[in-house]
């Protein structure tokens, strides 16, 4: 109940820090800006889920985990509305050394998912306390989390090495080993990701390359054994994909 409380009013803390104060004339309360630079404000809270994520998540059980997933979508929900704000990704340029620091906020949202799903095969919890629900509740956490900060992966962000590899290793390790999702996801969010991974095995870095060919093996592996086993396998998605007006939004990473 306390570790609860703990992530409601970090949330909270954060939501604060990130988001302007409308003025409210009824109560005679002033407005104003957000403090500072989102960006720098953001990173001490994202900073603190991942290493939460890292050290700590592996050895909760699925109920004493849910508050902490909560949190983490609270967290992006926050993170992506600020990152609306015109200013947030107008960032300086910079020379490559500086290129990770300046974009730190982002790299950490792509660990904090990656520590997420490595719960599904870290786990350290009592085996007796592990249930059903666990795996969905993580998956959902992840997936979630990708489609909230999706729109804010730009060509340019992925032109910074660690932070593309730390994406196409992340999207392409979804793809191959959680395929079934992708049969559920919106169809927005598939042909964002599935555009991203056809980016990917394309790119001149070999390893990111290799990690995105991992996760369209996985899909169309996928997508055969349910054929095969007369089920629909992606089918629903590539008709979806198909209609105009989702085929011409689909972004995230295939600039």
């Known amino acids: 109940e306390r570790i609860t409380m703990a992530w409601e009013t970090l949330a909270r803390l954060m939501e604060l820090v990130l988001l302007p104060i409308a003025p409210n004339p009824a109560a005679n309360t002033p407005g104003r ?3 500072g630079d989102q960006a720098v404000m953001a990173e001490p809270f994202l900073s603190l889920a991942c290493d939460y994520a890292e050290a700590v998540l592996p050895y909760l059980t699925a109920d004493q985990a849910l508050p902490f997933y909560g949190a983490v979508r609270e967290f992006l929900r926050l993170y992506a509305v600020a990152a609306s704000a ?6 300086p340029q910079t020379n490559a050394h500086f290129e990770n620091e300046e974009y730190e906020d982002v790299l950490k949202v792509m660990q904090l998912l990656t520590h997420l799903i490595s719960k599904d095969f870290i786990d350290y919890a009592p085996a007796e306390a592990k249930a059903d629900t666990d795996g969905l509740n993580i998956t959902g956490a992840v997936f979630s989390g990708l489609s909230t900060i999706l729109p804010f992966i730009t060509p340019e962000l992925l032109a910074i090495p660690d932070l593309s590899l730390a994406f196409f290793a992340l ?4 793809a191959s080993d959680y395929a079934e999702r992708f049969s559920v996801l919106e169809p927005q ?3 964002s990701l599935t555009s991203a991974l056809e980016f990917g095995f394309k790119h001149m870095n070999p390893q990111i390359a290799r990690e995105s060919l991992r996760g369209v093996e996985g899909l169309v592996s996928y997508h055969f ?8 396998g992606l089918d629903m998605q590539f008709a979806a994909a198909a209609q ?3 085929a011409q939004g689909g972004g995230g990473g295939g600039g």
């Open 33 to 35: 800006a957000a403090l």
């Open 171 to 174: 999207v392409g390790y979804l």
């Open 244 to 246: 105009p007006h989702i």
């Open 189 to 191: 969010l598939f042909v």
């Open 225 to 232: 054994e349910e054929k095969k086993a007369a089920r629909p």
């Open 86 to 91: 015109a200013s947030f990704m107008q960032r």
